[in-house]
């Protein structure tokens, strides 16, 4: 079995807010750092976010 490497993230982490014509949210999760941690979640463990 390979060996995992914890993997750094570096990016931006914000609240959006977000209004279409089917309605309005504030202060949702929202950011490069955020989405791409979110999507090597999938990939691996040990994932570290630096914003």
């Known amino acids: ?3 995992q490497l914890p ?3 570096v990016g931006t ?3 959006d807010s977000i ?3 089917f309605g309005k ?3 949702v999760i929202g950011g ?3 989405y791409g941690a ?3 979640s999938h990939f691996t ?3 570290g976010l630096v914003r």
């Open 1 to 3: 079995m390979a060996q």
């Open 7 to 9: 993997l750094v993230i």
């Open 13 to 15: 982490v914000a609240f």
């Open 19 to 21: 209004e279409t014509p």
């Open 25 to 27: 949210a504030d202060r």
């Open 32 to 34: 490069a750092g955020t």
């Open 38 to 40: 979110l999507a090597a």
């Open 45 to 47: 463990e040990g994932i």
